[in-house]
């Protein structure tokens, strides 16, 4: 059997791509899988680190705003859809499955143009305009909210979850925690903007630096994101090494389990590896991301006392530092979060998956035969 995945751009669509098909290969060594990407997508680093071929397409992200660089993105679409359908006839996979991200909608529609069957996944309650075109022609979608079922017209909807990868359950804190350094009475606290980084949290680190500094039994692990790093490294010169500052972290299921605090944006996939994680986290929702739905992924964490919001447009100084440094302070309360968002982890979402994937590759064997 040959599977094709497509999705990326960033860590959020990435990420449970690579959960499944790490899951794939350990119990089908003889089977192939192949990636398909962007050329300016994350997935161009860490897909390779996995073990697994890639093939990229140029298809970009586009502007929201009307402009000349939004025309040209759009003229990518085609042009990767042509890309895409080429590649496949070539390949000829018994299965597609998309992700998300710009990525996946040229080569999940191709898929479609050439009967092979095909498989997405929703992360989020309110599904953007690419997946509520793609559920209409597909096999088979999964969904991470059972809510966005009435926002999709498909010939088969399963609700799943969303799936992380094994390392997020596999790795034990103290472990992992005695790997970083960090002692038995310190709290580690972990801030990361996605893949992409968020100015919005630099700042809010910004803003508790000094805070943090008095209290050295707090260690830190701030992930700026890439474009970010080096002016910021530039502003905040001889931190002390209590405050690590790194421009991304890509190894997460070896960090993340051991924090006691994550301060994040709250994407369907961030959510799911905090849960998986065990830790509570502080949220700043991406107040642009398409039907506000990092906004409703975080009051959802909210609303089971697994998590604080912040809105993005509410950070001011004196805000996060009462919020933040009052969870600080109470480590009790931490634990208690802690256990709550563990409780929102749809465990056997990788399995489900799985037993959807094997049910349409036996369909097309079938079918073969």
């Not at 997935?43 to 929201?64: A, C, D, H, K, M």
């Amino acid at each position: 059997m040959k599977l094709v995945f497509a999705g990326g751009g960033t860590g959020g669509h990435l990420y449970p791509a690579l959960a499944l098909a790490q899951n794939w290969r350990t119990n089908h060594p003889e089977d192939q899988i192949i990636f398909v990407g962007t050329t300016k997508g994350i997935e161009t680093s860490v897909v390779p680190q996995y073990g697994f071929p890639l093939f990229l397409i140029p298809v970009e992200g586009i502007p929201r705003k009307f402009s000349r660089d939004a025309i040209k993105k759009l003229l990518l679409i085609p042009q990767s859809l042509i890309i895409a359908y080429r590649f496949l006839k070539k390949e000829k996979p018994d299965l597609v499955i998309g992700t998300g991200g710009y990525v996946s909608f040229p080569v999940v529609y191709a898929a479609t143009l050439l009967k092979i069957p095909t498989l997405i996944h929703e992360q989020n309650a309110y599904p953007g305009i690419a997946n509520k075109i793609l559920a209409r022609k597909v096999n088979a979608v999964c969904l991470t909210f059972g809510e966005a079922k009435q926002r999709l017209k498909a010939r088969k909807i399963y609700e799943t979850g969303l799936p992380v990868r094994s390392e997020f359950l596999q790795n034990k804190r103290e472990d992992l925690r005695e790997k970083l350094g960090i002692g038995e009475k310190e709290l580690l606290l972990v801030a990361f903007g996605g893949s992409q980084g968020a100015q919005t949290l630099n700042r809010v680190i910004g803003y508790l630096l000094p805070e943090l500094i008095k209290r050295p039994h707090i260690k830190v692990i701030w992930a700026t994101g890439p474009k970010n790093y080096e002016n910021l490294k530039q502003t905040y010169i001889n931190l002390p090494e209590q405050i690590k500052m790194v421009p991304y972290i890509d190894n997460m299921p070896e960090v993340l389990p051991a924090a006691d605090l994550a301060i994040t944006r709250a994407g369907a996939a961030t959510l799911a590896e905090i849960a998986a994680a065990k830790v509570a986290s502080v949220l700043i929702p991406y107040p642009y991301a398409a039907e506000n739905h990092q906004e409703h992924n975080a009051r959802t964490f909210a609303n089971h006392g697994a998590a604080v919001v912040l809105k993005d447009s509410d950070c001011s100084e004196e805000k996060v530092k009462n919020t933040i440094l009052s969870l600080i302070d109470n480590p009790d309360v931490l634990i208690k979060m802690a256990e709550k968002a563990q409780k929102l982890l749809r465990q056997d979402a990788l399995e489900e998956i799985i037993k959807i994937i094997k049910s349409l590759l036996r369909q097309t064997s079938n079918k073969k035969n």
